[in-house]
């Protein structure tokens, strides 16, 4: 079992003041109010904060109720974590529906950000394979929710950044897989536009597909990477679980000095150059293909002392044909206030919805970049950035972000107004009172 990067804090380490009550979850809600559901502390932005206020800590609330192997449902409380259910269900060949790029998120914060993953072009979000949930209240006490019991409060808990109430525990369809492996392809692309294409292409093949990007380069080959495509493996190759051992947590602050802008666009370019043949065949470990970074612990601490933004919006499918040139726009953007993105994963969304009213994912291309922490000038381009993706029908991921200002915020999600009317009025997040109230994010 993880426990959060550390209390009170989100993955980004951005400062924020502490909360000023942190405490269990023990099936009651508490006292001091205003209170937050606290997973486990994967969350970029301030959607997981509430300086001043309470956090409520749901890991120890992990036990899996019900697993049904004939059916392929799972019945589990909140704070259990994606890697605890794939301990217990892939032995028995099922595999949750969606996952993200860290197995050490828990099903409540799931449901709470409507994750995605590599699939999502097919399967579409977390969200649209949960089949019920239940909500602890402050002002309705429990409430079973489902797409036909109390089904604006489902909706609204889709997305909803934990501000509905307290998940209790979620029911959710699982997945069959042959085996735990990955066979994959990595396609070597020379352009943004090149990547696009064959991302687009792979689509309808392989049920996995993701692309890293060289976004740190200021050639013409900006956006040039490998398109990662998968599927699950053949029986044969077994129903392992991903390993959860880690490395120790001192070497990301060992690394942190060794990476620099100078020594990511060589390594960028290492990495480019040492995939010699334009399609390269294997079969991948699961925690390899899926989960990466989990392999080393406190990798966010890799950046640098004062944290770093993960900036990620999506624009709609109809820009497809000139995705490519808008992408490239945004790296100029980028060029110009001398910000390097040290890691770039482009991915296709696809038009499955969960119907989560607050829910991030669209039709279209979603470009996640991750940024060491500058200040105001960063600040100063990542609103272009926002006026970019807005002008495209376009928004960012609230699930990353903690310096949206407010005006952008509502035109990015118009259904802001529906969702407040559904919130527990006993709960809030520093998020929130910062997108209704106007304070401002990062300083």
């Known amino acids: 079992m993880t426990t959060p990067d550390a209390v009170g804090t989100s993955w980004g380490r951005l400062p924020e003041p502490p909360a000023a009550a942190f405490v269990p979850f023990r099936g009651v809600l508490p006292e001091d109010r205003p209170y937050l559901p606290y997973g486990a502390g994967r969350s970029y932005g ?26 392929g449902t799972l ?22 529906p969606v996952i ?19 699939n999502h072009h097919r399967d579409g979000s977390f969200g649209c394979h949960v089949l019920e949930l239940e909500l602890l209240r402050s002002d309705e006490g429990v409430v079973r929710c489902s797409p036909t019991q109390r089904s604006d409060l489902f909706y609204a808990t889709i997305g909803g950044m934990g501000l509905t109430g307290i998940i209790t525990w979620v029911k959710v369809r699982l997945m069959p897989i042959p085996s735990a492996q990955i066979q994959t392809e990595s396609i070597k692309t020379s352009s943004m536009a090149e990547t696009v294409d064959v991302l687009l292409a792979s689509d309808e093949q392989w049920l996995y597909s993701v692309a890293w990007v060289d976004l740190a380069t200021r050639s013409g080959c900006a956006g040039r990477g490998h398109v990662l495509v998968g599927q699950h493996a053949s029986a044969e190759h077994g129903l392992q679980p991903p390993s959860l051992r880690q ?23 290492i990495k480019y150059h040492g995939q010699r043949t334009p399609v390269r065949s294997s079969v991948m470990d699961h925690g390899a293909f899926f ?19 993960q900036y990620q919006f999506v624009i709609p499918e109809e820009e497809a044909s000139e995705v490519g040139k808008v992408l490239s726009s945004i790296t100029t953007v980028l060029h110009e206030a001398d910000l390097v993105p040290y890691l770039a994963v482009l991915k296709r969304f696809g038009s499955r919805s969960s119907g989560g009213v607050m829910s991030f994912p669209r039709p279209g291309w979603t470009l996640a970049m991750d940024l060491p922490w500058s200040g105001r000038p960063m600040l100063h381009a990542l609103n272009r950035l926002d006026a970019m ?28 107004t529906r969702f407040s009317e559904l919130l527990d009025p006993a709960v809030s997040s520093t998020m929130w009172r910062r997108l209704q109230l106007t304070t401002k994010g990062y300083q």
């Open 291 to 309: 989960h990466p970074l989990d392999a080393i612990r406190g990798w966010n601490r890799v950046y640098d002392p004062k944290g770093f933004v």
């Open 100 to 118: 993200p790029g860290t197995q050490w998120v828990t099903i409540g914060g799931a449901v709470a950000n409507d994750i995605h993953g590599k």
């Open 46 to 71: 301030d959607v997981c904060l509430n300086d001043g206020a309470t956090l409520v800590a749901m890991t120890e609330h992990h036990r899996i109720l019900e697993f049904d192997q004939q059916l």
């Open 389 to 416: 993706v807005l002008e495209r029908g376009g928004r960012v991921y609230l699930a990353k972000d903690a310096r949206l200002e407010t005006a952008m915020f509502r035109a990015m999600y118009p259904q802001w």
């Open 247 to 269: 490395s120790y947590g001192w070497l990301a602050p060992v690394a942190r000095p060794f990476l620099q802008p100078t020594t990511v666009r060589l390594g960028n370019s």
């Open 75 to 96: 019945v589990v409380e909140s704070g259990c974590t994606i890697a605890q259910v794939h301990q217990t269900i892939i032995p028995s060949g099922w595999h949750l």
